[in-house]
């Protein structure tokens, strides 16, 4: 449909704005994998996102103290979830609002500007590959080593597997809640400054949408709500899909009034095939 889309500028341009969804998507997979959903990423990412285009790009230090506060946050809210028996999805939601209020507070109006070194990163032209395809390769191997190679994220899966089981054996499951939400801030917060970097700016609603992104970005890339089960690569291929899906319908030239519904169309048209060929695989077995 538009053969430039296949050039080296063409690949860049449509994976870019992808990075920072597939940063968000692997914050959400934390917490989806200790069974636990989180419905303020997005304002969290928003918040980061104004932070990063204002305290780190004017004093980089305490830029970088709020950031390392709000993941810390972050952990607390995991902890917090765990300590009294709270639905994360009550909380999570919640926190939303105050996540969005902080952003508001720091930026009322779009503004700010993208730290230099940001920038710079963000817009690196390495050889042959585009940046945004380098970028999803990394964050998906780190990922991928961390949760799925590394002890400790053994133990986080299974903690999302059999809890109890998990406990038996000696572990503190309060930590290893507040552990799996502390990566999923640092995620997060990774997020908000790429977002920035590519968008040069930032707003208080910039990454409103990104919490349904995710969460549809780490079921689509094979992930379950329940059980420990999820995917790294499969995560963030979920993010580039998701970002490939409105590309095509641009191309499409579909109205951006119907885009969104189109693109949850797809998502369960993808979901229901899979459900399909996962039901007949166990028959066959």
């Known amino acids: 449909m538009q053969p430039r889309a296949m050039s080296y500028f063409g690949i860049n341009l449509l994976f870019n704005l992808a990075i920072p969804i597939a940063l968000a998507t692997v914050a959400q997979m934390m917490i989806i994998m200790v069974n636990d959903i989180d419905?303020?990423?997005?304002?969290?990412?928003?918040?980061?996102?104004?932070?990063?285009?204002?305290?780190?790009?004017?004093?980089?230090?305490l830029g970088g103290l709020i950031l390392a506060l709000l993941v810390a946050?972050?952990?607390?809210?995991?902890?917090?979830?765990?300590?009294?028996?709270?639905?994360?999805?009550?909380?999570?939601?919640?926190?939303?609002?105050?996540w969005g209020g902080l952003a508001v507070m720091i930026l009322p109006s779009p503004g700010g500007s993208a730290p230099a070194w940001v920038r710079s990163l963000m817009t690196v032209k390495p050889p042959l590959v585009p940046m945004a395809v380098v970028a999803a390769i990394l964050i998906a191997t780190?990922?991928?080593?961390?949760?799925?190679?590394?002890?400790?994220?053994?133990?986080?899966?299974?903690v999302g597997?059999?809890?109890?089981?998990?406990?038996?054996?000696?572990?503190?499951l309060i930590r290893l809640k507040a552990?799996?939400?502390?990566?999923?801030?640092?995620?997060?917060?990774?997020?908000?400054?790429a977002l920035v970097g590519l968008a040069t700016s930032a707003d208080a609603n910039i990454a409103l949408r990104y919490t349904l992104l995710s969460i549809a970005g780490v079921i689509l890339g094979g992930g379950e709500f329940v059980g420990?089960?999820?995917?790294?690569?499969?995560?963030?291929?979920?993010?580039?899909?998701?970002?490939?899906?409105?590309?095509?319908?641009?191309?499409?030239?579909?109205?951006?009034d119907w885009q969104i519904g189109a693109q949850g169309a797809i998502l369960i048209l993808v979901l229901t095939a899979r459900l399909i060929f996962t039901r007949s695989d166990r028959g066959v077995s």
């Open 161 to 172: 597997g059999n809890a109890a089981s998990v406990e038996r054996a000696g572990w503190s």
């Open 228 to 256: 420990g089960r999820v995917s790294a690569f499969g995560a963030v291929i979920g993010a580039l899909t998701l970002a490939l899906a409105s590309s095509f319908l641009s191309f499409m030239r579909l109205s951006p």
């Open 142 to 158: 780190a990922s991928h080593f961390l949760i799925m190679r590394s002890g400790i994220g053994t133990v986080l899966r299974g």
């Open 73 to 98: 946050a972050y952990a607390g809210m995991g902890a917090l979830i765990h300590r009294f028996e709270l639905p994360a999805i009550v909380v999570t939601l919640g926190m939303s609002f105050v």
């Open 39 to 61: 419905l303020s990423l997005g304002a969290f990412v928003s918040l980061a996102a104004c932070v990063t285009a204002t305290f780190l790009n004017e004093n980089p230090m």
């Open 179 to 193: 552990l799996a939400y502390a990566l999923a801030g640092l995620f997060g917060v990774l997020a908000g400054v």
